[in-house]
């Protein structure tokens, strides 16, 4: 088989960028190890920056975002039963979408079948080769016979577990990482928000989060150490701690009910660099992840797709290589970016195991300041929203 770029990975990102690219006729193969009932079932991110809205409503793709999507133009930060709401809209003239990333990658899927892109389920041992060459070429086992894709590019939209980071040498590629000694235990239900727009809880017994996805489905958090176990907590006892971390007002209207899926998700953030190496473009979590706090990861993603799809089309559109020689560096910048305010965020808002009293006051003078100063509201909500391409 002979494509243009070769897209390893048929998770949101992947999907994305070979629905962009076939809207302006250049080809791809999407490579993807899992069955697509199994892509469809991961419970993922649900905020969504203005930024990416805006990238899938130009791949065709924002029609249902539009329609059952919840415009969010402001957020709620709570600590000692106080609530500080953050306007979006007031600080920075943008908002944020609430839609489940499920829902997106059921929406390209469509979309990818209506316009007969090939994606490739199941594709087993994956293998990247000849990418420091004029040549690339990308290797799988499908139903017990090996198949070769030849192509000019390969994006690497594989994950942090995927192959295509491990195909740079390790002597080209660093690595940056900090791993967090807690984790988020995540419910979700078949319930209604606690509130109108999320809320994020400091507590001295550790973070939580009241998030949603739809008016009638909703995803709790709540800060638990990494040695739990999502088989040592009961949805009677979910609930109750979660009632006990946030604001009383939130606390008594909050309205429980049976957990559909249960998780705990340990919280890292990780770099590596560069995120291109010769016909190999690296895209979001196969180059970064972020902790969840700051609702970055899927919207680094789509920012690393709008730099890599942008310069793919000039490439071949113009044939000018600025913009894919420029792909990592650019990428970069935003994604180290967007890890500060995750960072800060994660820093700010959890419980950490050697912090004392001290470092929780600290953390409630963070809240008090951000309260009653406008400049760090508005810091807090341009990161947020999203900050521009």
């Not at 709790?220 to 088989?231: A, F, G, I, N, W």
Request: proline share 4%; hydrophobic share 40%.
């Amino acid at each position: 088989m002979r494509t243009q770029v070769a897209i390893i990975g048929g998770g949101p990102s992947g999907l994305l960028l070979s629905q962009l690219l076939h809207r302006k006729g250049i080809d791809s193969v999407v490579l993807e190890r899992q069955t697509r009932d199994y892509v469809l079932s991961r419970i993922r991110a649900g905020v969504l920056e203005w930024g990416m809205v805006e990238l899938l409503r130009e791949a065709g793709v924002g029609q249902r975002m539009d329609a059952e999507g919840i415009i969010h133009e402001g957020t709620l930060l709570a600590a000692q039963n106080r609530t500080i709401r953050i306007n979006f809209r007031k600080l920075t003239g943008k908002a944020v979408m609430i839609y489940g990333q499920t829902e997106i990658t059921h929406d390209l899927y469509d979309a990818r079948d209506a316009m007969g892109g090939v994606v490739i389920h199941e594709a087993e041992g994956v293998t990247p080769h000849g990418l420091d060459s004029d040549a690339p070429h990308v290797t799988y086992v499908k139903d017990g016979t090996e198949h070769r894709i030849d192509c000019d590019f390969v994006a690497g939209c594989d994950g942090f577990h995927g192959v295509s980071r491990k195909s740079i040498p390790s002597s080209v590629l660093k690595e940056f990482e900090r791993v967090y000694p807690f984790g988020w235990l995540g419910v979700l239900s078949e319930t209604p928000p606690a509130d109108d727009e999320l809320i994020y809880a400091i507590h001295e017994r550790g973070f939580a989060l009241c998030s949603m996805r739809r008016a009638d489905l909703s995803r709790h958090y709540v800060q638990v150490p990494l040695t739990d176990r999502v088989e040592d907590w009961s949805d009677d006892a979910f609930w109750a701690e979660l009632k006990r971390r946030i604001p009383e007002h939130a606390a008594q209207r909050l309205v429980t009910g049976p957990s559909i899926e249960k998780s705990i998700a340990p919280l890292r953030s990780f770099v590596a660099e560069p995120m291109r190496w010769g016909r190999l473009f690296l895209v979001g979590d196969a180059a970064h992840i972020v902790p969840p706090t700051g609702a970055k990861g899927l919207n680094l993603a789509a920012s690393d797709v709008h730099y890599l799809y942008n310069g793919l089309l000039a490439h071949y559109q113009d044939g000018t290589p600025e913009g894919l020689d420029d792909y990592s560096r650019k990428a970069l910048l935003r994604v180290w970016k967007a890890e500060r305010f995750s960072w800060s965020m994660t820093n700010m808002m959890h419980r950490f195991p050697d912090q004392g009293d001290f470092g929780q006051r600290m953390q409630e003078s963070e809240l008090d300041y951000l309260e009653h100063s406008t400049a760090a509201q508005t810091a807090l909500a341009e990161n947020y929203v999203g900050l521009p391409y």
